[in-house]
């Protein structure tokens, strides 16, 4: 975590303050362990190996606990613990990196990227995208929940030289990040997983407040197509439990223009309709 990062960030909590660092350990401007701390609700969130846990309090309940929470919030958990068990095999997904060939190149373009933007990817994953995001942009926060996927992405950050890069354990529905820190915000392969429409609303309500006014947010998501609807179900579950929802073009529209404006939306990669808004006035 890149000390200037603190700036950004506001207690996830619905007390949304600032937060104080404490008991850090860093090397020059990166913080590599400490405490952030929330004066106002006395939470604190710890940083380990320079990665700030920042999951709001229905994600950080312990598993014999669970029980007792909402269905939505159990199947965030669910998928959390589906991710970081699945972790290795996701780099292995043969058609993922095939298909980065054009799905990385369009959501650039869509971008409209350079050397001056500071740009939130929202559910970076293991860092399929993350990288070439970095090569482009003067800064990254690269967020996601799931804890072992951030351990792989901060692997390839190290071994490739990247290091503009502030990678943070959060939910997209309840961002740990202040009101328009960033110039430009993406999110790939992500919404189709969150398990209901209020929580849909929610993540991109928090794209939208994140982003700087008239700025591009770029979103892609499972596409319900012919080819779909022959392989698999609108909606379901993955083989490991991870949920999935299948759009057709006029749901994520109806769903997207509800937070933010829809400049376009493009069926062209077949499986995924990739989504270029815009973030509204604040």
């Not at 990678?167 to 392969?189: F, K, T, Y």
């Not at 759009?247 to 499986?271: R, W």
């Amino acid at each position: 975590m890149h000390l200037s990062l603190l700036a950004s960030l506001r207690c996830p909590a619905g007390c949304e303050s600032s937060l104080k660092l404490k008991d850090e350990v860093s090397n020059g401007d990166i913080v590599t362990s400490g405490l952030l701390t929330c004066p106002v609700c006395n939470r604190v969130y710890e940083i380990v190996n320079g990665i700030p846990k920042m999951l709001p309090d229905h994600l950080r309940t312990p598993a014999s606990a669970a029980g007792s929470l909402p269905t939505d919030s159990l199947q965030q958990q669910k998928e959390i613990q589906a991710r970081d068990a699945q972790v290795n095999d996701y780099d292995g997904m043969w058609y993922l990196n095939l298909y980065g060939l054009l799905e990385i190149p369009m959501t650039i373009r869509y971008l409209d990227l350079c050397s001056r933007h500071v740009l939130l990817e929202a559910g970076c994953g293991t860092g399929r995208m993350t990288i070439e995001f970095a090569k482009r942009s003067q800064q990254v926060i690269a967020m996601d929940f799931s804890w072992e996927s951030l351990l792989v992405c901060a692997r390839k950050l190290k071994e490739a030289g990247v290091e503009n890069v502030d990678l943070i354990q959060a939910d997209l529905c309840n961002m740990p990040l202040r009101q328009e820190v960033c110039d430009r915000v993406v999110s790939c392969g992500v919404l189709e997983h969150i398990p209901t429409d209020d929580l849909r609303r929610q993540a991109i309500r928090e794209m939208g407040r994140v982003c700087s006014a008239g700025r591009p947010i770029v979103i892609s998501a499972y596409k319900h197509s012919l080819y779909t609807r022959l392989m698999s179900q609108k909606e379901g579950e993955h083989e490991g439990g991870i949920y999935y929802f299948r759009f057709s073009k006029p749901e994520l529209h109806a769903l997207l223009s509800q937070e933010v404006h829809v400049d376009h939306i493009t069926g062209a990669l077949v499986y995924y309709f990739i989504a270029r808004c815009t973030s509204p006035a604040k």
